[in-house]
């Protein structure tokens, strides 16, 4: 009979007992959702958590990354425990970044999304070598207290920092509704904030990466395919529409 991954497991029930030092009594376990994980917010009476078990077989490079992210001053969960697959971080109650971006238009998101990411790409670099989140997905961020915080890093590696914002341009630009004046606007302050805040120009350089992303957001989204299609194309060659 094949495992039901929706129910935390013993292992995961053992794994919440080490992270708050103490037995505790379970007062509502939800499901959220995850692309290739399984999440759950746990409130107990000590204090609500995160329980994430990795079907990727990345749980200890991502609480790795976390610690590491904690100590370079980032503002991410603080990572409480690891066993095995399951990891145990900090429930953090906030506002996720894409329903503040895609629904409210939020210029205070945006920028701070942009001032997350130019840190992140500052202090997390090896020898000088740039380091990427490598899934610089709206989902993966939440705005706290007017702060933006980076939830999920298991897919940290080296790379370009241009991936992380062309991907994350090509996430607001290509969600519902898509292409629209204020998703423009919100692009450009995005790239302005980071271009302060990282000393690096991004508006052009950035342009081939968020193309790319549009082009394999086609594939996923069939509905939208030839705009997403033709809207790569014109940014890619003809460059950002005028905004007036």
Same mark, same amino acid.
């Given at each position: 009979m094949p495992q039901d991954l929706t129910l935390l497991d013993s292992?995961?029930?053992? $794994?919440?007992?080490?992270? +708050?030092?103490?037995?505790? #009594?379970?007062?509502?376990?939800? &499901?959220?959702?995850?692309?290739?994980?399984? #999440?759950?917010?746990?409130e107990t009476d000590v204090r609500p958590v995160i329980m994430k078990r990795s079907l990727s077989g990345r749980a200890e490079?991502?609480?790795?990354?976390? $610690?590491?992210?904690?100590?370079?001053? +980032?503002? #991410?969960?603080?990572?409480?425990?690891?066993?095995?697959?399951?990891?145990?971080?900090?429930?953090?109650? !906030?506002? /996720?970044?894409?329903? &503040?971006?895609?629904?409210?238009?939020? #210029?205070?998101? $945006?920028?701070?999304?942009?001032?997350?990411?130019? /840190?992140?790409?500052? /202090?997390?670099?090896?020898? !000088?070598?740039?380091?990427?989140?490598?899934?610089?997905? &709206?989902t993966n961020f939440l705005f706290c207290e007017g702060r933006v915080f980076g939830v999920d890093l298991e897919d940290v590696v080296e790379g370009d920092p241009m991936?992380?914002?062309?991907?994350?341009?090509?996430?607001?630009?290509?969600?519902?509704?898509?292409f629209t004046p204020v998703k423009f606007d919100l692009c450009m302050r995005l790239?302005?904030?980071?271009?302060?805040?990282? !000393?690096?120009?991004?508006?052009?350089?950035v342009r081939p990466f968020v193309a790319r992303h549009l082009r394999l957001s086609a594939t996923t989204k069939p509905l939208f395919r030839k705009t997403l299609l033709d809207a790569a194309k014109r940014l890619e060659f003809d460059g950002w529409p005028m905004l007036a």
């Amino acid at each position: 009979m094949p495992q039901d991954l929706t129910l935390l497991d013993s292992p995961g029930w053992d $794994a919440l007992r080490k992270a +708050l030092n103490q037995r505790v #009594v379970v007062i509502n376990e939800r &499901l959220i959702p995850s692309k290739r994980n399984r #999440v759950w917010v746990v409130e107990t009476d000590v204090r609500p958590v995160i329980m994430k078990r990795s079907l990727s077989g990345r749980a200890e490079r991502e609480f790795a990354n976390l $610690a590491r992210a904690r100590q370079a001053g +980032l503002d #991410v969960p603080f990572p409480l425990h690891r066993s095995d697959d399951y990891m145990v971080i900090e429930f953090l109650q !906030g506002e /996720r970044c894409d329903s &503040l971006i895609n629904h409210m238009f939020s #210029v205070e998101a $945006a920028e701070n999304l942009a001032i997350w990411l130019a /840190r992140f790409h500052e /202090r997390m670099g090896d020898g !000088g070598k740039p380091t990427i989140m490598a899934d610089a997905e &709206l989902t993966n961020f939440l705005f706290c207290e007017g702060r933006v915080f980076g939830v999920d890093l298991e897919d940290v590696v080296e790379g370009d920092p241009m991936e992380d914002i062309g991907r994350l341009l090509a996430s607001i630009l290509g969600s519902e509704p898509i292409f629209t004046p204020v998703k423009f606007d919100l692009c450009m302050r995005l790239l302005d904030a980071y271009e302060k805040e990282s !000393g690096a120009e991004a508006q052009e350089s950035v342009r081939p990466f968020v193309a790319r992303h549009l082009r394999l957001s086609a594939t996923t989204k069939p509905l939208f395919r030839k705009t997403l299609l033709d809207a790569a194309k014109r940014l890619e060659f003809d460059g950002w529409p005028m905004l007036a």
